[in-house]
């Protein structure tokens, strides 16, 4: 018997600053028991809430479930208690397979040494009882194994979404810095945006934020492209109960009004990007983005504005960036009236050169790079 099979309890990985967010999506897909822990959340539910997860979760970035836990001291004993997992309930000669690991501050120190062991703990085993053993593919396996060693502790688990379900697949076409699909969803989350008025990104890059406003609006399922998830091979696998989680969220869906939904960028590219990764994703012709400069338009009152302007990371862009937030502060002091804009950034200096006192301060993460999200009131 495996571990999630014994306690119910499954590991939901979230990136670092959305654990909050990402808890209280959990809740409303009706998990019991949500717990944050390090880099992720645990979380107990039955089979069919299992699938809501993965399907509809649009800050979750993968769901383990738990298969068995150990103390590791040494290669060898992680080599023995992997080889002593029933990895025939899962797997076959049939399916593919891949271990990706992740280790800290625990003896056994290297990731990808730790993997191959479980690899070969797997082959051997199935060599053993079959003669034969199933194939590795490291690109797009049929079974994601996960192994996570932490103080001489290991968990290995399946990965109940089979690859990050930040990858929704509708993104075809990227520009400079494109935001994980996940973050974008938690900006438009954070924004607390419902559809009662405008939401508007005057500088949308690839279109990733207009794209989560849009499927959270319509209530598309951010998984809807994916052709298939880990938890379809786990034993006693529900496919009804999975076919009637489809058909509820299919049956949830609705139309965009008119207008609600807009994005421009000055570059040309962006807007082509951002035009051909919405054409992916259905019904998003309402969505209308325009070639144009923050600094051309009339200006966007009473709206929810959501941005992530540039950066200026790079050696001679700090000047530039700081000089465009500080026009972006002119912007919506003068021609955005009524509107909330929720501006994502990446230090105090660009913070400050916006010129308007934020109401509140979202720390989040860009990858590595720590972030504030700034809400800013303007009247
Ligand atoms: C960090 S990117 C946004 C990425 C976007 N959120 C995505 O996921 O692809 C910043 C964008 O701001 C645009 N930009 C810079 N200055 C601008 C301006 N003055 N007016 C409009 N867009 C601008 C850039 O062309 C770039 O696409």
Sequence with gaps: MFAYQEDGRYFAHVARGLEEPAKAELEELGARDVEIADSGIHFRHDAAGLYRVNYGSRLVSRVLAPLASFSCFSEQALYDAARAVPWEDLLSLERTFAVFANVRESRITHSQFAALRVKDAIADRFRDRCGRRPDVDPESPDVWIHLSIRSDRAVVSLDTSNGSLHRRGYRKQTVAAPLQETLAAALVRLSGWQGERPLVDPMCGSGTILAEAYMQYCRIPPAFKRERFGFEVMPGFDARAWEEVRREYDAARRALPEGLIRGSDLDRRSVAAARENLRE???????????????????????????????????????????????????????????????????QELAKAVGLKPSRRFVLFNGPLECRLLKIEIF
């Design 281 to 347: 994703i259905p019904g998003t012709r309402g969505v209308a983005v325009e070639r144009k400069d923050f600094r051309d338009l009339p200006g966007i009152p009473g709206a929810t504005i959501v941005c992530n302007p540039p950066y200026g990371v790079r050696v001679g862009e700090a000047r530039d960036a700081r000089r465009l937030y500080g026009e972006f502060g002119d912007f919506l002091k003068q021609r955005c009236p009524g509107s909330t804009a929720y501006v994502l950034c990446n230090s």
